[in-house]
C-alpha cells in the first residue's frame, strides 16, 4: 500500500511560514555561530518567533524557527507554529545545509520499546517503507518531520484516517481495506513481532539515531550510494557537463588553490591541494581549508590511485607510547575497530586523513565525547558515565598505560600504517589482504563497472 498523496496534506502553518521574514532576517544571531549544538544551558539558543497567519481559523498565530545541530549530523532549521484562537498546532524540518554529495539509506529492525523511541529526521525527500506490511511513504509527500520511529507510525495513520469518512459515504470497499491496513499498523506499535524500517534519501540529509554511541549498532545499517539520474534530477540538480582533459602537467611539486565555501560558517574561503608519495605506499592527495572569517580549519585526504585489486586489513598491537607516533592514512573506505573498548567507526566517518595514529585517535576522542545531547539536564546519566568511562580508557590507550589493538579494515585497500621496521616485517603488526565479498563490491560501486570490452556495445558515433 502506498501513502502517497493522501498521508499528509500541506500543513497550514507551513503555508504561513514563507511569507514571514526568513530566519536571518528575523533578527541579528547571536554571537557565535549561527547554528548552536542543542544544549539546555545555552541561554542564548533561543527560537525566532514571527507572527503568521493560521490557515485553519485565518486568525494570527505564532511561527518559531530554531537553528540548531543535530548530534553526529548536521544543521537543521525546526519550525512550530501555534494558534492560540483555535488549537492548531504543527511542527516540521528543514535542512539547513546543503545536498550531501551521496544519498543515504538507513534499515532499522525494530525490536524493542527503545527502539521505537529512537530520534528521527526525515527530509522532504526520504522515501520511508515497512517491507513487511508493503508499505511506503514516497518521496515529497509529506513535510520534514524531527520525530522517532513511533511519530512516524502516528503520523501515517493519522494521514491514512483524515479521509475515511469521506471513503465510507463513496466507496465502502476501500474504506474497509484502509481500516484493514490501520490496524495492521497499530500493531506495530505494540511490538508483538519485530519489523524493518527503511528511510532512503537521496539528499543525503535524513537521519536515524544509534542510542548506542559510540558503539557500533547491530539493529542499524546505514548505506552511501551514488544517486542516479533520476535521483539528481528529482533534486533539481543538473549532470555537469563533460570537461575537456586537460594537458598533463607535473603536479608533485605545485600546491594548487581552488576557491569554496567554509563548512562551519559559509564564508568563502581557500583550500590548497597537494600531491604526496608516501614511502612504501602510493600517491594521495591531501587538501586543507582554512577560513580566515571563523579560524575554523580542516584537512582531508583522497587516495591518487585506483581501488586496489584485494581489500586490506591492518591489525596494530599497541604496546607503547613510541605506537602513537606512527604515520597513519585512512581513506574514506576505512573502518577502524578497538575491540578492547567495543568501539568500531564505521566507512565515510571523520572522512580521510592523514595524521598520525595518536591524531586519529583523539579525533575519535572529540567525535563521542562532545555530544551536546550528554550535556545538561537532558543528559542520560548512564550514557554520560559510559562515555567518559570510553574517553578514560582512551587517554590510557594514548599514555601508554594500556595495551590494546588497533584494527584498520579498508576494503579499496588504499589506507596505511606506518611500519617503523621497514623494509624488515613489523614484530607487533600485521597487515592482511583478503578478497572482497559483494556487499563490499556493492558499496565500492564495482559490481556494476565494466572496464573490458565497455566499447563492443556502443553504436559508432558519426
Known amino acids: 500500500m502506498s501513502a502517497s498523496g493522501a498521508v499528509e496534506p500541506g500543513p497550514p502553518g507551513a503555508a504561513a511560514v514563507p511569507a514571514a521574514p526568513s530566519p536571518t532576517a528575523a533578527g541579528p544571531p547571536a554571537a557565535g555561530h549561527l547554528f548552536r549544538p542543542i544544549n539546555a544551558e545555552d541561554e542564548e539558543q533561543q527560537p525566532t518567533e514571527i507572527e503568521s497567519l493560521c490557515m485553519n481559523c485565518y486568525r494570527n498565530g505564532m511561527t518559531r524557527l530554531l537553528l540548531t545541530k543535530i548530534p553526529f549530523f548536521r544543521e537543521i532549521i525546526v519550525s512550530s507554529f501555534s494558534c492560540e484562537h483555535c488549537g492548531w498546532d504543527n511542527t516540521e524540518i528543514q535542512s539547513a545545509g546543503r545536498i550531501q554529495d551521496q544519498g543515504v539509506r538507513y534499515a532499522l529492525t525494530v525490536r524493542s520499546s527503545e527502539d521505537m523511541n529512537r530520534e528521527v529526521v526525515k527530509t522532504d525527500s526520504a522515501t520511508t517503507r515497512i517491507p513487511e506490511l508493503d508499505f511506503e511513504i514516497p518521496a515529497f509527500s509529506q513535510k520534514g518531520a524531527l520525530t522517532t520511529v513511533e511519530g512516524l507510525i502516528n503520523r501515517a495513520i493519522s494521514g491514512l484516517e483524515q479521509d475515511q469518512p469521506t471513503r465510507r459515504a463513496n466507496e465502502d470497499a476501500i474504506a474497509e481495506r484502509i481500516d484493514e491496513f490501520i490496524f495492521r499498523l497499530k500493531e506495530l506499535k505494540l511490538m508483538d513481532s519485530p519489523f524493518t524500517l527503511i528511510i532512503d534519501d537521496p539528499s543525503g540529509n535524513s537521519f536515524v539515531e544509534n542510542p548506542h554511541a559510540p558503539q557500533k549498532d547491530d539493529a542499524l545499517v546505514i548505506t552511501h550510494y551514488s544517486r542516479t539520474p533520476e535521483q539528481e534530477q528529482m533534486l533539481g540538480l543538473q549532470a555537469e557537463a563533460p570537461e575537456e582533459k586537460p594537458e598533463e602537467e ?213
Open 250 to 462: 607535473d603536479l608533485r611539486n605545485e600546491v594548487l588553490q581552488f576557491n569554496t565555501n567554509c563548512p562551519e560558517c559559509n564564508a568563502p574561503a581557500q583550500t590548497n591541494m597537494k600531491l604526496v608519495q608516501i614511502p612504501h605506499f602510493k600517491e594521495v592527495i591531501i587538501m586543507a581549508t582554512n577560513c580566515e572569517n571563523c579560524g575554523h580549519r580542516t584537512n582531508e585526504v583522497k587516495s591518487g590511485g585506483a581501488v586496489e585489486p584485494l581489500g586490506t586489513k591492518i591489525t596494530l598491537h599497541i604496546t607503547e607510547p613510541s605506537d602513537m607516533t606512527r604515520d597513519l592514512l585512512k581513506s574514506e573506505t576505512c573502518s577502524v575497530e578497538i575491540p578492547e573498548l567495543e568501539f568500531e567507526l564505521g566507512m565515510a566517518v571523520l572522512g580521510g586523513k592523514f595524521t598520525t595514529l595518536e591524531g586519529l585517535l583523539k579525533d575519535i576522542r572529540e567525535l563521542v565525547t562532545k555530544n551536546p545531547f550528554t550535556l545538561g539536564d537532558s543528559s542520560n546519566p548512564g550514557q554520560v558515565e559510559k562515555l567518559q568511562e570510553f574517553s578514560r580508557k582512551l587517554d590510557q590507550i594514548v599514555a601508554g598505560h594500556l595495551k590494546a589493538h588497533f584494527i584498520m579494515n579498508d576494503p579499496a585497500g588504499n589506507s596505511y600504517l606506518q611500519n617503523v621496521y621497514a623494509p624488515e616485517d613489523d614484530p607487533e603488526m600485521k597487515v592482511e589482504h583478503y578478497k572482497r565479498t559483494f556487499d563490499q563490491n556493492e558499496e565500492l560501486g564495482l559490481n556494476d563497472m565494466k572496464t573490458e570490452g565497455y566499447e563492443a556495445g556502443v553504436a559508432p558515433q558519426r
